[in-house]
Each structure stands twice: as C-alpha cells, then as structure tokens.
C-alpha cells in the first residue's frame, strides 16, 4: 500500500510569489499525478510524469524516482492559482490512483 | 474537447434509499474509475472497471455497492441502502486502455451526494 504525504497542508502566499508543494511517497510507482481541485469540487489533471520534470506554462513539476519525491512549483503567483493542489500515483501495474491529502493555497493581493 | 460528464451534480436522499449516480465517460476510454471525497477528506478509489467487469475494488466498496456499463455510453454506481456515511462527492473517471495513457485519468465534475 503506497502512503502519499504533502506538505504544506495549508500555503498562503502574495502575488507573485514563487510556490513550491511537495509530494513524498513510500513505495515504488509508475506514474505521479499533480491534480488541481477548486472550491467547486472539480478536479483537473495538471501533470504526469515518471521522471524528470515538466514545465505548463507557469507551473513546473520535479520528480527524484530514487528519493520518492516530487515538488510542484508555480512562478509567479496569481490569485487564480488559489485551489487546494493534490499529489496522486499509480503503484505497480495498477491503473487506479492513490491520493494525498491535497496542499490548499491561497494567494492574496 | 472530449470530457467526461455526471449527473446529477447534487443528489439528496433518505437514509435507507438506493441512488443511482450516472457518468458518461470520454468516448474512446475503456478504462472507468469511481473515486469518493467526504467532506474534508482525501480522494479515495473504489472501484476501476475494464473490458465490463470490476478490475479492482476496494475495502470501501462492498455489497452495498455495484457499478455497471448498462449501455455504450454510460457507467453507474448505485448504492443499494444508504447511510449517513455515504455522503460525499464521488468522482467519475476514465482513461485509455493501453501502455501509460491508462494511467492519465480525467475526471467528471463530481456527484454530491447527501444522506439525511
């Protein structure tokens, strides 16, 4: 079973500050998920990736496969940034995703 | 862009009541998720559904659940006998049935439900 831990639980920041979520993990996986769920309940699909690092814009996600780690970064920060941000993986051959607790950000004027 | 829908978006029922959430998965998907949030709490998977049968379940989802694709276009969960617990959003997912594209899930906006 694959034990996902976030931290920051909570983040306030200012416009324009540059943001950084961390994503650890205890077992193995194929693939980490960065999720984005607004106030409405939605949840929207953000990165994946299995190594290395991807850049969308003014988001950027990391990933250190050997230290079971990943960050999500945000440049720039913006009030509609303002959501909570979860961490997700797939483990093994499974398809199904097991979730952290979510990092809820808030960024003020 | 394809996405992936639900309805309804609230539902309110009795203790005791059976519900029926509805999901019409992205057209081409082949793999479907059903995943519930309580209030406050983290996203939890219950079941994924390939190729029509269960392909995983978890604890949560016992007898008093079941999921079925009674069309081509359409995925259900229904619950038989609610309980106060039940209440929560529940997610809808799908993704593509092959290599690493099945592991990319989009989500439906969600089903709240309320048990009174």
């Known amino acids: 079973k694959n034990e996902v831990e976030q931290s920051p639980q909570n983040l306030t920041a200012q416009e324009g500050e540059f943001i950084t979520i961390n994503c650890s993990y205890s077992v193995g996986i194929s693939a980490l998920h960065w999720l984005q769920q607004h106030p409405g309940g939605g949840i929207v699909s953000l990165f994946m990736l299995s190594s290395g690092k991807k850049k969308h814009g003014r988001l950027i996600a990391t990933i250190n496969i050997q230290e079971k780690h990943s960050s999500l970064h945000i440049t720039a920060s913006h009030p509609r940034d303002s959501a909570v941000y979860i961490c997700?993986?797939?483990?093994?051959?499974?398809?199904?995703?097991?979730f952290g607790t979510g990092t809820r950000l808030q960024v003020t004027l | 862009e394809p996405e992936v829908t639900q309805t309804p978006s609230h539902q309110v029922t009795q203790m005791g009541q059976e519900v029926i959430l509805r999901c019409v998965p992205i057209s081409n998907h082949l793999y479907f998720y059903w995943y519930r949030q309580i209030l406050g709490q983290k996203v939890e998977f219950l079941v994924s559904?390939?190729?029509?049968?269960?392909?995983?379940k978890s604890e949560i989802f016992d007898d008093q659940f079941s999921v079925e694709r009674p069309d081509g276009s359409n995925f259900t969960l229904k619950i038989r006998s609610t309980k106060l617990e039940d209440s929560a959003m529940y997610f809808c997912a799908s993704s593509l049935p092959s290599g690493t594209e099945r592991y990319e899930q989009y989500f439906g906006p969600g089903t709240r439900l309320t048990v009174t």
């Open positions: 997700a993986v797939n483990t093994g051959t499974a398809s199904k995703l097991t």
């Open positions: 559904f390939y190729n029509n049968e269960i392909s995983e």
